[in-house]
């Protein structure tokens, strides 16, 4: 009796997936008693025939105690593990779907109409929600890992591309804006003030469409432009 009430209790109170052991403990030690009452039972039963004429003897009928309440428990047991497996399948299922889908959320960024920023963003917040996943099948957990790391590193190609992309736009830039400041600097030779007021006037237009430079040109080619600026006003 009081095996089977801490059976019970187990089964009722720990987590149904983590029992097993004790489960099998509490069956063999069952079991072990069982299969010695019976022994010694069936010893006797057959001491007690020895005399009995033929006719009168009987079958041999032995019933463990409490072995319907102690196979009562264990069913209660098995229902619950295989309730739990087969939640816990459908669960893993919808995880796989869900990293699947950040997958292909995944392969998006490098298609995506945002800023760099915003991008990388973008991706960690992919990250956060790919760890905050639970598990996925194991029959899908090798190929799955491999092809999101797949796509982790091509989005970092994809950065780096963007970057060297960056840098060369940056580069033509500066070289755009500083011909336009030695352009610059070169109408303060012009003698017309109104002419060299239109020239100036357009180069700086055409200074606002040119894209920004790399951090460590902009003050230098900015104070450069505002400089001639000035100095042409000033005249």
Same mark, same amino acid.
């Given at each position: 009796e009081d095996l089977i009430a801490a059976v019970k209790t187990i089964v009722d109170t720990a987590p149904i997936q983590t029992i097993k052991s004790q489960i099998d403990e509490a069956k063999k030690v069952f079991y072990d008693r069982s299969n010695k009452a019976y022994k010694i039972a069936f010893d006797k039963f057959k001491s007690e025939q020895k005399d009995t004429e033929e006719e009168n003897q009987i079958e041999? @009928? +032995?019933n463990y105690p409490h072995t319907n309440d102690f196979k009562s428990v264990l069913k209660t047991y098995k229902t619950r593990r295989d309730a739990f497996f087969k939640n816990q399948e459908k669960e893993m299922k919808h995880n796989l779907q869900i990293k699947l889908d950040l997958i292909e959320e995944l392969?998006?960024?490098?298609?995506? @109409?945002?800023?760099m920023k915003e991008t990388f963003e973008?991706? $960690?917040? *992919?990250?956060g929600?790919?760890?905050?996943?639970?598990?996925?099948? $194991?029959?899908?957990?090798?190929?799955?890992?491999?092809? +999101?790391?797949?796509?982790? @590193?091509?989005?970092?190609?994809y950065l780096r591309i963007n970057n060297d992309l960056r840098d060369i736009e940056f580069k033509r830039n500066l070289e755009q804006k500083t011909v336009l400041c030695e352009k610059a600097e070169a109408v303060s030779k012009e003698e017309n003030v109104d002419k060299a007021f239109t020239i100036l006037q357009k180069l700086h237009d055409a200074w606002k469409e040119v894209g920004p430079v790399g951090r460590d040109h902009r003050e230098? *080619?900015? @104070?450069h432009d505002a400089c001639e600026r000035n100095r042409q006003a000033s005249k």
């Open positions: 041999f @009928e +032995y392969k998006g960024l490098l298609n995506a @109409e945002e800023k973008h991706f $960690k917040d *992919i990250q929600r790919w760890k905050a996943v639970g598990q996925v099948p $194991k029959s899908e957990l090798n190929n799955l890992w491999q092809t +999101y790391h797949h796509h982790v @590193e091509n989005f970092f190609d230098e *080619i900015w @104070e």
